[in-house]
């Protein structure tokens, strides 16, 4: 039986032991995340255009870049949750973002991460009474259920854009469309956002979804396609059934251009199967791109187009968000560097330590050029202006070192 996710969210919003507000002002919430994020020199640098000069070395910041609105909001509320239960044990189902030093400051702060082995949770140690945060991009409505049976306080900050694909996904599930999830099949968004839907299939990239329309068209093999597609699909999935009507959604975090490409391809491939009188009948869309992440995306679409001799993108090497900003500079063969700290660039040796993409970390000698050097930065939705100042700090620093004799 299928599981009524609104009802259980309603139920669950109607508790007293549920938080999605939070506990204290939108004032003191703001100066709370000033003092531990904020940065004069980042701040200085966006009045100036977002340019900063400096002997040698000059940088340039793309327009949008950083904390984003739905970021803030939970990592506050994941702060202030610790100040107004002081005691009490609090818990946490992931991490609150795809930040290291984020993330480590609330470990500080004596908030427990609940332990996964092999994708697997485990709840056992979390008891009536206890305190459960749920990250910005959310939990499967599994654990929620769990969680509030047990008797926990749930504190709620997952972003509401993530929200809003539920809301989708649960639309597809109440007119018995399939909902094409476009996203990582293992990713924690993708997790929750599958939770709440009924009949789905996870695709990766245009790639994939090219696969499943050819399938639709009739120019596939059922076996094949059920194996390559075997972790990504709803329990019971028969493709030669459940791709007839179809609905998209997404996670939130993937490249705005490709989900709007693979929405496109789905509407012509249901157009060609079953012509235009019956298209509404075989397919869904809504649009569930989240703000922030379109922003950031056009806003280093435009930063590759400045004259930059490298370019480094900063955020956690888990943040889908921010490996996405970086596959924007590789299409236009940019050097550039994706780090999670400022750790990663060594001062005394000219080098940085980098992820590149689908690859383990390398480390790059002569990292700095001689002369004068063009930098770009960006940095992912959850990553504190704070970290992107000490980056440019430290660039600067190996600027002074290496200037030429």
Sequence with gaps: MVMDTQA?????????RYNRR??????????????????????????????????RLRVRLAE????????????????????HYPLENIWITNEIIHNPSVNDHLRNMNVRFIAADKGIKDFSAVREGDVVILPAFGATVQEMKLLHERGCHIIDTTCPWVSKVWHTVEKHKKHEFTSIIHGKVKHEETLATSSFAGTYLVVLDLEEAQYVADYI???????????????AFSKGFDPDKDLERLGVANQTTMLKSETEEIGRLFEKTMLRKYGPAELNEHFLAFNTI????????DAMFSLVDEPLDLLVVIGGFNSSNTTHLQEIALTKGIRSFHIDTPERIGENDNTITHKPL????????NFLPEGKVNVGIT???????????????????????????
């Design 379 to 405: 940095s992912g939705a959850s990553t504190p202006d704070r970290i992107v100042e000490h980056v440019i700090q430290k660039l600067i620093n190996l600027s002074q070192k290496n200037l030429p004799v």
């Design 8 to 16: 259980f969210k309603r139920s669950l919003h109607h508790s007293d």
């Design 64 to 83: 949008a870049f950083g904390f984003c609105w739905g970021v803030e909001r939970a990592v506050a509320m994941a702060y202030e949750t610790r100040r």
């Design 217 to 231: 068209l009739g120019q596939g093999n059922r076996d094949e396609f059920l194996k390559r597609f075997s972790k």
């Design 358 to 365: 689908s690859d383990d970390l390398k480390i790059e000698s």
């Design 290 to 297: 989240c703000d922030a992440t379109e922003e950031r995306q």
């Design 22 to 55: 939070g506990f204290e002002s939108p004032a003191k919430r703001a100066q709370a995340l000033e003092k531990a994020y904020q940065s004069n020199l980042i701040a200085s640098i966006r009045d100036n255009g977002y340019l900063l000069e400096h002997g």
